[in-house]
Structures are given as structure tokens and as C-alpha cells.
């Protein structure tokens, strides 16, 4: 084969390469979206977590249990609306005072037959699911722009989102070891500005 046959056929696979490619691009996948959208018929009180939805950058601080507090950057959550955009899942990404990373995705969605949030954090880091509120234990309360949740269980905890703004919001948790008698308070506390 000559030399112009070689390139006549190297620029037609080229050309079909790009029309391929270019009918990949023009071609949206509509399974595919960022944030999810909300559910017209999603009970109201998904409303109350909605905040949530986006991308957010943070930095954060933690205290440890020789009551040394470390300072971190890096942190990001992402919030979604999933289940046909009558739940939300948002997940948190850190790393733990010694580098490695940490990953977890909370889901949270009402249970309107029942009255009753459903609350679970799924820690991919160490492998393990805990529920956080449900229609027996723990509870979600609202108190002007702080969203609560509370845990119930050997360890307590007390979740609170405040929310400054669209664009910024604050997470802090609290601990209990003594089924709430008293509590660590500000045991983690991490500072979000909305990236996306």
C-alpha cells in the first residue's frame, strides 16, 4: 500500500473517530445528573435538610481524646437528592488526624405514613452503618436556621447544622458517653462555603 493510501486511510479513521466522539458529547445520558432533582410529590419536611444540596468546600477541627484539638482543610460535601428525589444523600469527605481519608454518606428521608424521619450514616472508612433516627430512637428538630439531629445509643451524639446563608453553613457534633447527662461539646466542628 502507498504512502497516500496510508494517510487517506489514517485520516478517515481519524474522522470517524471524531464523529464518534462527537456523538457521545451531543448525546446526554438522562440518567446522569449532579444534585438530583427534588420530587414534586417529596414530603415538605425534605425541605428542612435541602440546604445540604451542592457542593461545598470546608475546614474543620476535632478534638481529641487527649483534648489536643487539630485543625484540617480539605474537607468537602456533597449533597444530593436521590430514591426519585424524595430522599437526600449527602456525603462527607476528610481525612482523620492521621492522614487517612475518611469517607461517609448520611441518607436522610421522611416517612410521611409514619411521621417520622429515617436518618442513617453509612462510614465507608471503617466499614459500618449506624442509624441515626428513626421511628424508635433519635430525632431531627429544627430551631430557626439550626437543623438538630440526635442519636441515641451507647455513644450519644447531637448534630448541628447552622446555617448562616445560601452559600455557608456550619456542622458541628457533640458527644455523649454517659446517655446524655452531660456533653463533649464542639467535638468536630467544620466550616462549609458553597464550591458549586
Same mark, same amino acid.
Given at each position: 500500500?502507498?504512502?497516500?493510501?496510508?494517510?487517506?486511510?489514517?485520516?478517515?479513521?481519524?474522522?470517524?473517530?471524531?464523529?464518534?466522539?462527537?456523538?457521545?458529547?451531543?448525546? %446526554?445520558?438522562? !440518567?446522569?445528573?449532579?444534585?438530583?432533582?427534588?420530587?414534586? #410529590?417529596?414530603?415538605? /419536611?425534605? &425541605?428542612?435538610?435541602?440546604?445540604?444540596?451542592?457542593?461545598?468546600?470546608?475546614?474543620?477541627?476535632?478534638?481529641?481524646?487527649?483534648?489536643?484539638?487539630?485543625?484540617?482543610?480539605?474537607?468537602?460535601?456533597?449533597?444530593?437528592?436521590?430514591?426519585?428525589?424524595?430522599?437526600?444523600?449527602?456525603?462527607?469527605?476528610?481525612?482523620?488526624?492521621?492522614?487517612?481519608?475518611?469517607?461517609?454518606?448520611?441518607?436522610?428521608?421522611?416517612?410521611?405514613?409514619?411521621?417520622?424521619?429515617?436518618?442513617?450514616?453509612?462510614? %465507608?472508612?471503617? !466499614?459500618?452503618?449506624?442509624?441515626?433516627?428513626?421511628?424508635? #430512637?433519635?430525632?431531627? /428538630?429544627? &430551631?430557626?436556621r439550626v437543623v438538630r439531629v440526635v442519636t441515641e445509643?451507647?455513644t450519644r451524639t447531637r448534630e448541628h447544622y447552622i446555617?448562616?446563608?445560601?452559600?455557608?453553613?456550619?456542622?458541628r457534633m457533640d458527644l455523649s458517653t454517659d446517655g446524655?447527662?452531660?456533653?463533649?461539646?464542639?467535638?468536630?466542628?467544620?466550616?462549609?462555603?458553597?464550591?458549586?
Amino acid at each position: 500500500m502507498s504512502n497516500l493510501k496510508y494517510a487517506a486511510l489514517g485520516v478517515a479513521v481519524l474522522l470517524i473517530a471524531c464523529e464518534v466522539r462527537a456523538q457521545d458529547v451531543t448525546q %446526554v445520558d438522562q !440518567s446522569k445528573t449532579t444534585y438530583g432533582e427534588k420530587n414534586s #410529590s417529596a414530603p415538605k /419536611e425534605l &425541605d428542612v435538610f435541602s440546604f445540604l444540596i451542592g457542593k461545598w468546600r470546608g475546614t474543620g477541627k476535632t478534638r481529641l481524646p487527649d483534648g489536643k484539638v487539630v485543625e484540617f482543610g480539605g474537607v468537602s460535601w456533597i449533597g444530593r437528592y436521590i430514591l426519585d428525589g424524595t430522599a437526600i444523600a449527602d456525603e462527607g469527605h476528610a481525612a482523620y488526624p492521621d492522614g487517612r481519608p475518611a469517607l461517609g454518606v448520611t441518607f436522610r428521608q421522611y416517612d410521611v405514613a409514619r411521621k417520622t424521619w429515617i436518618v442513617e450514616h453509612l462510614n %465507608v472508612s471503617e !466499614s459500618f452503618l449506624r442509624k441515626q433516627v428513626n421511628g424508635g #430512637s433519635g430525632s431531627v /428538630e429544627v &430551631d430557626g436556621r439550626v437543623v438538630r439531629v440526635v442519636t441515641e445509643g451507647s455513644t450519644r451524639t447531637r448534630e448541628h447544622y447552622i446555617v448562616v446563608d445560601q452559600d455557608n453553613w456550619v456542622y458541628r457534633m457533640d458527644l455523649s458517653t454517659d446517655g446524655g447527662r452531660s456533653w463533649n461539646e464542639g467535638q468536630v466542628e467544620m466550616t462549609f462555603r458553597r464550591s458549586e
